[in-house]
T-cell receptor, first 112, second 109 residues
């Protein structure tokens, strides 16, 4: 599993509430990524990080923010959750080289 | 802009039949191409990478730059191959991956 964990694994929340998802890695990788997975859309990049406090937007970043205060943790925050953010969220780190990516187990988020 | 197209959302074959999952890409430079597999409700796993030229679980994929394709093939499908398959391209800065929308493969007994 390349030392990647995500928490929580499942969450149900109400529209308008803030939500933070955590990705933790133990391999000291520089790059970390957040994706969302939706039927018919595949995986889409939300935000990524290329080092501590170095982050950038991906394809679908609206409504999301991220923070990386230490190498091992990459947090994804939904400031005010909406039903359109119901999805499965995957974190990833680089693999054997920077082109490959290893994925976490995913977080299933339901916004009611 | 880079793009990955998987034209088949669903693919159903019988056990022992050959299977081919199609992937076409659009990228102006030299891409790094991958196939990832996701078994039911599990994390994505790297299946193949074009530069390795390995056969993993009987699957192979050849990069055809002329046709900008990276199709995944297996001569004899097994029931345990049933999964979602994603083709992905890494060609931009910061090693970002662009994924296709995926093909759900079902291998029937």
């Amino acid at each position: 599993d390349a030392g990647i964990t995500q928490s929580p694994r499942h969450k149900v929340t109400e529209t308008g509430t803030p939500v933070t998802l955590r990705c933790h890695q133990t391999e000291n990788h520089r790059y970390m990524y957040w994706y969302r997975q939706d039927p018919g859309h595949g995986l889409r990049l939300i935000h990524y990080s290329y080092g501590v406090k170095d982050t950038d937007k991906g394809e679908v970043s609206d409504g999301y923010s991220v923070s990386r205060s230490k190498t091992e943790d990459f947090l994804l925050t939904l400031e005010s959750a909406t039903s359109s953010q119901t999805s499965v969220y995957f974190c990833a780190t680089e693999g054997q080289d920077s082109y490959e990516q290893y994925f976490g187990p995913g977080t299933r988020l339901t916004v009611t | 802009a880079q793009r990955v197209t998987q034209p088949e959302k669903l693919l159903s074959v019988f056990k022992g039949a050959p299977v081919e999952l199609k992937c076409n890409y659009s990228y102006s430079g030299s891409p790094e191409l991958f196939w990832y597999v996701q078994y039911s409700r599990q994390r994505l796993q790297l299946l193949l990478r074009h530069i390795s030229r390995e056969s993993i679980k009987g699957f192979t994929a050849d990069l055809n730059k002329g046709e900008t394709s990276f199709h995944l093939k297996k001569p004899f499908a097994q029931e345990e191959d049933s999964a979602m398959y994603y083709c992905a391209l890494s060609g931009g800065s910061n090693y970002k991956l662009t994924f296709g929308k995926g093909t759900l493969l079902t291998v029937n007994p």
